[in-house]
Structures are given as structure tokens and as C-alpha cells.
């Protein structure tokens, strides 16, 4: 079956940098989009990047423009998300989806906090 499995948060100081990775299995990764999304508390879950299936293609929220970098490694069937210059409204829960015949399939998340 469809997982998705997100490592690399973590506490962070303001202006600090983490890279998330999630890595898929159950399916043939290399032929879907990928996303990146977050959830801060209180707050509805946001889409924060996008990666095409070969990676070509990206898009991002406008608040994480210039800082975050969505990536991936098809061999690994691996998407990554590099953060820099991270800001303590960057602390969230962060998911990896895919959706595969229109059904969303979610990781467990990880928890970024981004304090001093």
C-alpha cells in the first residue's frame, strides 16, 4: 500500500536551516507530483511546494519564496524539502502528499519550531 514516511524536523533557531525528507513506497513514485504541506496550530493545513514528476516544474506559497527548495530523487523514491532562513511562522507540522486517482494520501508528519 500507498506510504509516506517524513523525517528531519526538528527545533531551529530563527534564520536556521532543516531539510525534510519523506520517503514513498507503494506506488510508482517517479510518475506523480509531489507536495509539501503544513499545519501550524490553530491553522488550516497550507499547500507550501510543488514538484512535478521529474522534478522539472516547482511551485511555491508565496511566504516560502526564495527560502524553501522542494526536490526529489526519483531512484530513492524521495522528496525532499530544504529550508533556509526559517522564521518562527515556519513552526508547523509539516506533510508530504501525493494523490493517486483522486485519493490524497498523507504522511504522519513532522514537527518543525522555529524559537530561540
Known amino acids: 500500500q500507498v506510504q509516506l514516511v517524513e523525517s528531519g524536523g526538528g527545533l531551529v533557531q530563527p534564520g536556521g536551516s532543516l531539510r525534510l525528507s519523506c520517503e514513498a513506497s507503494?506506488?510508482?513514485?517517479?510518475?506523480?507530483?509531489m507536495r509539501w504541506y503544513r499545519q501550524a496550530p490553530g491553522k488550516e493545513r497550507e499547500l507550501v511546494a510543488t514538484?512535478?514528476?521529474?522534478?522539472?516544474?516547482?511551485n511555491y506559497v508565496d511566504s516560502v519564496k526564495g527560502r524553501f527548495t522542494i526536490s526529489r530523487n526519483n531512484a530513492k523514491s524521495t522528496v525532499y524539502l530544504q529550508m533556509n532562513s526559517l522564521k518562527p511562522e515556519d513552526t508547523a507540522v509539516y506533510y508530504c502528499?501525493?494523490?493517486?486517482?483522486?485519493?490524497?494520501?498523507w504522511g504522519q508528519g513532522t514537527q518543525v519550531t522555529v524559537s530561540s
Open positions: 502528499n501525493t494523490r493517486l486517482r483522486l485519493i490524497d494520501y
Open positions: 507503494g506506488f510508482t513514485f517517479s510518475s506523480y507530483v
Open positions: 514538484s512535478s514528476s521529474a522534478g522539472s516544474s516547482t
